[in-house]
Nanobody, 123 residues
């Protein structure tokens, strides 16, 4: 069972990136999938989550209106579309899978974690 996060890179402020979270060994749509991020010197925080039961989504206040999470069941992949990026969005981004009933950002409820992908927003 593995999650593979990819798509990070260097982008200028105001730019966009799309992160991917691909699963192997299991089907993503039976799990809630969350995106988290950790900036240097800061605690890891939840960014967005997509619920397994109905595909509903939830995003943290810091990214609401700028980031969107989606799922492609045929590709067994979850995406995080990030628009209007700011320097404060610079972090390592992780995807994780949870069997919980509802979407949340409680790390202990997540069963599997990807390795992280670096996003740097800088001019």
């Amino acid at each position: 069972v593995q999650l593979q996060a990819s798509g990070g890179g260097l982008v200028q402020p105001g730019g966009s990136l799309r992160l991917s979270c691909a699963a192997s060994g299991f089907t993503l749509d039976v799990y809630n999938i969350g995106w988290f991020r950790q900036a240097p010197g800061k605690e890891r925080e939840g960014v967005s989550c997509i619920r397994r039961i109905d595909g509903s989504t939830f995003s943290g206040d810091s990214v609401k209106g700028r980031f969107a999470i989606s799922r492609d069941n045929a590709k067994n992949t979850v995406y995080l579309q990030m628009n209007s990026l700011k320097p404060d969005d610079t972090a390592v981004y992780y995807c994780a899978a949870s069997w919980s009933y509802a979407c949340n950002f409680l790390e202990y409820t997540y069963n599997y974690w990807g390795q992280g992908t670096q996003v740097t927003v800088s001019s």
